[in-house]
């Protein structure tokens, strides 16, 4: 019973309790155009979402973060909102939201959704509005007339991170800003009904029973008040070089507006921030106490299998999260990135890998898909044995590959065509989720639906399914749910990382009781025989050896 003297949301949680479930947790990316579809007609929405709840509560996560799922032209996938307080008719109505939100919390699965702050779609009404001349409409926006002559060449050297320039001219000569796609102009967040209206948003959410939200591009939002050029930014160094449109001290005033919002609910509503900077201290500041909670560690998505580099960057995000006392978020993939297993499908570099250089090198290296599988089970164990958040990326708990081989007629990414047809984009990893089946389309549509999936499946993911992996106790399905079943018991969230001597190209670490071994070299290596083995990256290894490209869970007698 609750008691009297708290106070209670619209579904009876109260919003006093200072529980830190999100310090801890294990939660699944849902990309709902790829996830499931419920009415045939190729494109994920919310019944199919809501028909694989009891997959997901049996996988054992504790939140689902749902990728855009407003209205919108679909220009990016649904990173182009027209309108914040609705759902994609493709997807379903508001109704079918709020019912699975309610279905969820049934589960025990907090919901998170994307907000989108840096820019909205060209179609939304505020940006019709500054295109049929309203006054002070533009303000929201960043217009400028062009520089050259006749104003004939873009106010600054800005690029779109999709590729091409930053501007667009319209017919009365201005030109406005668009970091992304031309369909998604940015906005003026020095505008105080920008900052209104999105704080608003978020209390739409949150009656609704939003858990908290993912924050798209959360470097953005604010720019260089004169728009100066950038210069030239080496490739795949877009937004960790410093650059006038990225990272600027100016976006920590709006998020402690949004943290004050937040805590209005209770310190069970929460934010996690993808927010690409150049180092964890820039990070940190993200996390202050009075700011967001969360923020992704993309350096752990971009280390090479490698020990050295991964001792690296683990060290770094775990002292970044000491030093402010938010805890890591550790992420291996997500829908804008090689899947994991691709990439750890070829040879490792001793830099970091970046997103360009990974997809520029497909045509020249094969893949070893089978031993990117191999270092994706350890690659798993490994940041579950961590302390702090983890995220997993739909499809990374059935093992699938990134699909590079896409026909270019049926590409839908705005990379493809802003590169000039030269990225392939972001594509391949977006494929639809096969559920079962021998034939595509894998039961992610009804089996009578007429409509092909919006992005073509492979013809061999057949033994991939979530249900030929179901009783497979060697499968990666397998693997993800014993690893969730146990790891609050195995690795208590408040027991630090230490380290422990190991060979070369291994790690090994214990918290409280238990130790986690990853052997990212060739050479198989003995860990310790006075410890009992509770989970392998490969449940055919013998115990007492620890093979290459694999990881291992102990605990103490």
């Given at each position: 019973m609750t008691n009297p003297s708290t106070t209670v949301d619209r579904y009876n949680r109260d919003i006093d309790d200072p529980t830190a479930w999100w310090k801890s947790a294990i939660v699944y990316q849902v990309y709902i155009r790829s996830f499931a579809d419920g009415n045939g007609d190729g494109i994920?929405?919310?019944?199919?979402?809501?028909?694989?709840?009891?997959?997901?509560?049996s996988l054992g996560i504790d939140a689902v973060w749902i990728n855009p799922w407003y209205p919108s032209p679909m220009i990016d996938a649904g990173y182009d909102v027209s309108n914040f307080r609705g759902i994609e008719p493709t997807y379903g109505s508001l109704d079918d939201a709020e019912a699975f939100i309610t279905e969820a919390h049934d589960l025990d699965i907090k919901v998170l959704i994307d907000i989108v702050p840096n820019h909205v779609s060209s179609q939304h009404p505020w940006f019709e509005a500054a295109l049929a001349g309203e006054i002070g409409a533009r303000d929201r926006f960043h217009f400028r007339p062009g520089r050259g002559a006749n104003g004939e060449e873009p106010p600054n050297d800005w690029s779109s991170y999709f590729g091409g320039p930053a501007w667009t001219r319209l017919d009365d000569g201005s030109w406005y800003l668009h970091l992304f796609a031309p369909a998604q102009p940015d906005l003026n967040w020095e505008q105080a009904d920008v900052r209104r209206e999105y704080e608003d948003i978020l209390r739409f959410w949150f009656d609704r029973g939003v858990d908290g939200f993912r924050i798209d591009m959360a470097n953005g939002l604010v720019k260089h008040p004169d728009l100066p050029d950038a210069g030239p930014i080496p490739l795949g160094l877009e937004f960790l070089d410093p650059h006038p449109a990225w990272d600027r001290d100016g976006v920590h005033d709006i998020y402690r507006g949004w943290r004050a919002v937040a805590d209005c609910y209770g310190s069970d509503r929460v934010f996690v921030a993808e927010a690409w900077v150049p180092n964890n201290d820039r990070l940190a500041l993200y996390l202050r106490p009075d700011e967001l909670h969360t923020a992704f560690q993309f350096d752990f998505l971009r280390a090479p299998w490698r020990a050295d580099n991964m001792r690296t960057?683990?060290?770094?995000?775990?002292?970044?999260?000491?030093?402010?006392?938010?805890?890591?978020?550790?992420?291996?993939?997500?829908?804008?990135?090689?899947?994991?297993?691709?990439?750890?499908?070829?040879s490792q570099p001793d830099h970091f890998v970046e997103v360009e250089w990974e997809r520029q090198r497909w045509s020249k290296e094969v893949p070893d898909i089978d031993l990117g599988r191999r270092r994706g089970r350890a690659a798993a164990l490994l940041q579950f044995a961590l302390p702090g958040t983890a995220y997993i990326y739909q499809g990374e708990e059935l093992g699938l590959e990134e699909i590079e081989s896409i026909p270019d007629e049926a590409r839908r990414d705005p990379t493809w065509i802003q590169s000039g047809f030269t990225d392939v984009g972001r594509d391949g990893c977006r494929i639809p989720i096969p559920w079962s089946g021998d034939d595509v389309p894998y039961g992610f549509s009804l089996p009578a639906s007429a409509a092909d999936a919006w992005l073509p499946q492979p013809a061999h993911w057949g033994s991939s399914t979530a249900r030929s992996q179901d009783t497979d106790p060697a499968s990666m399905l397998s693997l993800y749910r014993h690893a969730l079943a146990i790891r609050s018991e195995i690795f208590a969230n408040d027991e630090p990382v230490i380290w422990i001597d190991s060979p070369a190209d291994t790690l090994a670490f214990s918290r409280g009781r238990a130790q986690c071994w990853i052997n990212f070299g060739e050479v198989s290596i003995e860990p310790p025989t006075d410890m009992k083995v509770v989970l392998s990256s490969n449940p055919n290894t013998p115990s007492e050896l620890l093979a290459a490209n694999e990881a291992v869970w102990l605990l103490s007698e």
């Open positions: 994920g929405d919310l019944v199919g979402l809501r028909s694989r709840l009891p997959y997901l509560a960057v683990i060290d770094s995000a775990l002292e970044q999260a000491r030093s402010i006392g938010a805890p890591a978020t550790w992420v291996l993939s997500n829908h804008d990135v090689p899947r994991t297993v691709t990439r750890y499908a070829r």
